[in-house]
């Protein structure tokens, strides 16, 4: 017997009494082991449960109740669970089990439960305590006890035994001897042999460890150059700009590259999976592309592999493209797969198309030249060489910048370029400058022509010739200038006129007021009744004239007014009446019941209505009679629809002549006699009034029989206090009483007419004035005197009023805020508003009358003024019983024509002018006026030769004014004359007018004074 098993039998018999011992109290150990073991596993189970089902019972989910009680009994060990509340089983569930195995049922309350009084029931394996337990049980465990110690002992004395060659075995692991030199003495047994064995197995593991350290070496550098070429296949594949589908030989998409995602509109893992013909191949070319693909698996061969040709592609969209694609097949131990490498030419088809274009173009009429991505020209057309004079040839390589009329101007080319590289196109113009040396404006178009990769590759620029586009705007601004110059003048005119019409009006309206004030019969003062109304008229007339450029741009306005209805219907007829009389003609008028009485509006325009069409009536009838009539069509609470049909039996109209019968400076010529003449405003002028009221006007005539004009109106109706305004002015007189004889006031004035008219209408009032004659003078009797109010005529000479009033308003004085009314004849609408902007306070407009210089008075008379009686002064009452002086201008004022044919000196002006003032002061005045003259025929030589021609102006209209109401005919009509240049803008007649008046001025002054040395005498 070997020495390890002797050793082993040795020891197991030492110990089989201490084993038997041992084995005796185990068994007593664990039998108490097993209670405290079932009592633990007992504790285990039920918290498990308790946790588990906790949630579901929270919930009052029976199901995941249910479920979770399931997956409790899948547990090892655990047979059944029963959860129950009362006599409600809430979950059950069990396993299938050896009815042999006996089973420990614990029940257990499950705490914290949101359902009251649940248990769970638990029925688990107790088998393997129960085996330890029993008589089998106890010997089995014994056997083993006492195997294991047995084995323990015989391993330990086996291990003795077996040190001494072990260690020298473990000696050998340090060296270098050979296994055949390793002698194990004393121990011829089985040891040696091992050992021997084991040095052999060592050397073979040496050879094996190097080889296999040599193989790991090489798979590791063939690992590495491997995930190289893959992350270089990977990084190519992702770089590609070409998109990369690999499919399967049963057409299944495997890989989708990321460009195939941008191109088709596919995500990769939505497309991989699904067949190639079914997503990406159009419908008409799906049953091809299997054929094909067939065709190769079966033969090996494919007409379209490893080529690069154009086909049709779909997008996930629908939409189909063009694509350019190359097939390459390759085997693989699964079969054939089929990579393509697809490019979308979508843009380069476009590209193509519109060089084809381009190039179709580009032999047309228009010039074209092409530079590459550099600015240098690479070719231009025939039409570019016959615009510039250059040949293609001339300008191939140089830069567009040469060729322009500034090339110097290197900001400008920048900025050009620099928009073409932002926007892609540039268009404006320029001019360049042609062979033969001459500018030539262009519009020119520039565009950055890019490639499929969307690189810059060209410039494609185009022009058009602007030279004779240039001509034409110039001459077309030209012309506007001269519309802009000549519509200037026609407002200049129309101030100028308005101011020269009105201030003889003044005159006129003036002596009418005056001569009212006297005594006169009935008949007279009818007389003057009518004749002043007939003033008031021409002068609203005079307005309507003035207003017409307006009305052409439909700006004229409407005043809203309360006026009585009835008052103005009648004077109208009565401002009629004797022409009519005259012609011996019937004319009736009629005011139809329910027509309102007192009404609002512009009375002046519904006033010129009736008149033009009555007047025309009368005109135009020789025998019978004339019909006016007004009727109320239609009343509301606040407005009323008036008609006004005017009848007679006059001459007619021809139908022909009626469409166009209310437009401008339209006559029925072929109807009207050529006595009638006129300027065909009225009827337009009417029109355009009756439709700012909201009304139509409309005419039904025959020729022989007479015509009847027929138009409407709307005007609102006047309430009481605007009614009884109506009333009490139609009662007022002038009441001077109510203008203080303590009031301070001063006249800046420089005509000598309009002075005496208002100095007379200031003492028959008893007021008294201070006159000035220009703004100069103002300004320095201001600083001296507290007047309360000042009449500020607006056109003086030195300084006019409106720079006067700014120089007043500029003082430091209380001087400063005085109360300041324009008095002036510039009529045109806008112009209170203006003079207000200024400084002035008011606006009384020429030719003014006495009430509406005592009203402004009674409007801004400081309320600290005491009211005293007062009378006119005999001296008034005297100017009052006769003509009045300073009028006689008026008509002379009126001539504004050039008459070089006239006599130097008027009579008749002089004959008037003694008799508005008397004949002792005429002599007197000529003085003055001559002293005055010569000074400003002086001004006009020195404006001319100046060039100044706002002075001459002037200066022409002063002096022009003064010689028409001192006489001198002749001197006026030329100072007319060069007014008229300057308000046309024929500044070089004017001056060389104004050169000439030197000589004719002396000749009417010396005549003038001729004639003054002979005396006046009062007629």
């Known amino acids: 017997m070997k020495i390890r098993i002797r050793t082993i039998y040795r020891v197991a018999l030492f110990f089989a009494i201490g084993l038997a011992v041992m084995i005796a109290f185990a068994a007593t150990l664990l039998e108490k082991e097993k209670h405290d073991d079932v009592y633990h596993l007992e504790a285990h189970i039920s918290q498990l449960v308790t946790l588990t089902t906790l949630p579901y019972l929270e919930r009052g989910d029976l199901e995941g109740l249910q479920r979770i009680s399931d997956e409790i009994t899948k547990q090892p060990g655990i047979l059944y669970l029963t959860i129950e509340k009362g006599q409600d089983v809430l979950a059950h569930s069990h396993s299938s089990r050896d009815p042999t195995i006996k089973v420990t049922t614990v029940s257990v309350p499950i705490e914290k439960s949101p359902v009251p009084n649940v248990e769970a029931v638990i029925g688990f394996q107790a088998q393997h305590f129960e ?48 296994p055949q030199d390793v002698k194990l003495v004393n121990y011829a047994d089985d040891i040696s042999a091992t050992v021997e064995y084991i040095l052999n197995t060592k050397d073979k593991l040496d050879k094996s460890y190097a080889q296999l350290e040599a193989s790991l070496k090489e798979q590791k550098y063939s690992y590495i150059e491997a995930r190289q070429i893959e992350e270089q296949s990977e990084a190519i594949y992702k770089a590609s700009h070409d998109a990369i589908i690999v499919a399967n030989d049963q057409g299944i998409i495997i890989e989708f590259s990321p460009v195939a995602e941008q191109i088709f509109g596919w995500d990769r893992d939505d497309i991989v999976g699904k067949s190639m013909a079914e997503t990406i191949v159009p419908t008409p070319m799906r049953d091809m592309h299997i054929q094909g693909m067939r065709h190769f698996l079966k033969t090996g061969e494919g007409p379209v592999l490893n080529q690069r040709i154009e086909l049709s592609a779909i997008r996930r969209s629908g939409r189909e493209f063009p694509i350019e694609i190359s097939i390459s097949a390759a085997k693989t131990q699964k079969g054939h797969i089929f990579v393509s490498y697809i490019r979308d030419i979508s843009q380069r088809l476009q590209n193509q198309t519109e060089l084809k274009i381009a190039a179709h173009a580009f032999d047309t009429s228009q010039p074209v030249f092409i530079a590459d991505n550099k600015g240098h020209i690479i070719r231009s057309n025939p039409a570019f060489s016959n615009i510039t004079g250059y040949q293609s040839s001339e300008v191939a390589g140089k830069k567009p910048r040469s060729l322009t009329a500034n090339p110097e101007d290197l900001g400008f080319h920048k900025k050009i370029w620099r928009i073409l590289n932002s926007q892609g196109s540039w268009e404006g113009e320029m001019r360049l400058r042609h062979k033969a040396g001459h500018n030539i404006p262009v519009f020119m178009s520039i565009t950055s022509i890019t490639d499929e990769n969307n690189e810059l590759s060209h410039y494609v620029a185009h022009f058009f010739d602007l030279t004779e586009q240039k001509r034409g705007e110039a001459k077309l601004k030209e012309m506007q200038q001269a519309a802009e110059n000549a519509n200037k003048a026609k407002s200049h005119f129309l101030a100028a006129m308005s101011h020269e019409i009105r201030t003889p009006m003044n005159g006129v309206l003036g002596v009418l007021g005056l001569l009212k004030e006297t005594e006169l019969d009935d008949l007279q003062k009818k007389l003057v009744k009518t004749a002043r109304e007939s003033g008031e008229l021409l002068l609203a007339i005079i307005n309507d004239i003035l207003d017409f450029s307006k009305m052409e741009a439909g700006k004229l306005s409407l005043e809203d007014n309360p006026f009585n209805m009835y008052d103005l219907f009648e004077h109208t007829v009565d401002i009629v009446y004797p022409q009519a009389e005259n012609k011996n003609l019937q004319l009736n008028s009629r005011i139809a019941d329910g027509v309102p009485k007192y009404l609002v509006g512009d009375g002046d325009r519904v006033r010129q209505i009736l008149l033009n069409l009555l007047s025309n009536a009368v005109k135009y009838t020789n025998t019978g009679t004339v019909n006016i009539n007004l009727q109320c069509l239609h009343r509301r609470h606040d407005s009323v629809q008036l008609q006004v049909d005017v009848k007679d039996t006059g001459i007619g109209i021809d139908q022909k002549h009626i469409p166009t019968l209310f437009e401008e400076f339209t006559m029925a010529q072929a109807t009207y006699s050529r006595t009638h003449e006129g300027s065909g405003l009225g009827l337009a002028i009417c029109r355009q009034l009756v439709s700012q009221m909201n009304g139509q006007i409309s005419v039904i005539s025959e020729v022989g029989k007479g015509s009847t004009f027929t138009f409407t109106i709307e005007l609102a109706i006047a309430d009481e206090q605007e009614s009884g305004e109506v009333t009490s002015k139609s009662k007022q007189d002038i009441n001077p009483t109510n203008i203080s004889d303590n009031l301070r006031i001063l006249v800046a004035e420089d005509n000598p007419a309009n002075q005496i008219v208002l100095r007379t209408m200031m003492e028959f009032s008893g007021i008294s004035v201070d006159i000035v004659s220009n703004g100069v003078e103002a300004v320095e009797a201001v600083s001296r005197i507290p007047y309360d109010i000042v009449l500020m005529d607006i056109s003086m000479p030195h300084m006019d009023g409106m720079e006067a009033t700014k120089r007043i308003r500029a003082m430091d004085t209380p001087a400063k805020d005085v109360v300041i009314v324009a008095l002036t004849a510039h009529a045109l609408r806008g112009d209170r508003e203006h003079f207000i902007e200024l400084g002035m306070d008011d ?57 070089n044919d006239a006599p130097m000196v008027d009579e008749a002006t002089l004959a008037q002018l003694a008799k508005d003032t008397s004949a002792e002061l005429v002599p007197e005045l000529i003085e003055f006026y001559i002293k005055d003259a010569r000074q400003r025929v002086e001004k006009i030589a020195q404006s001319a030769d100046e060039n100044d021609h706002y002075t001459l102006e002037f200066e022409a209209h002063t002096l022009g004014s003064s010689a028409a109401a001192h006489g001198n005919k002749q001197l006026c009509a030329f100072c007319r004359d060069i007014e008229k240049h300057c308000l046309e803008q024929s500044f070089d007649l004017a001056f060389a007018s104004a050169q000439a008046i030197s000589d004719i001025a002396e000749k009417s002054f010396e005549a003038l004074e001729t004639r003054a040395e002979k005396g006046f005498t009062e007629q």
């Open 843 to 899: 606006f009384v407009s020429k030719p003014f009358t006495r009430q509406s210089i005592l009203d402004c008075l009674n409007r801004w008379q400081p309320n600290d003024v005491g009211i005293g009686p007062k009378s006119a002064p005999d001296s008034a009452l005297s100017m009052a019983s006769k003509p009045l002086t300073g009028v006689a201008d008026v008509n002379a004022e009126a001539d504004t024509g050039t008459d």
């Open 131 to 178: 085996s330890a337990s029993s008589e089998i049980g106890q010997i089995i465990i014994f056997s083993t006890v006492a195997l294991a110690i047995i084995a323990i002992f015989s391993i330990y004395f086996m291990m003795v035994g077996a040190m001494r060659p072990l260690k020298r075995l473990n000696h050998l692991q340090g060296t270098d001897t050979a």
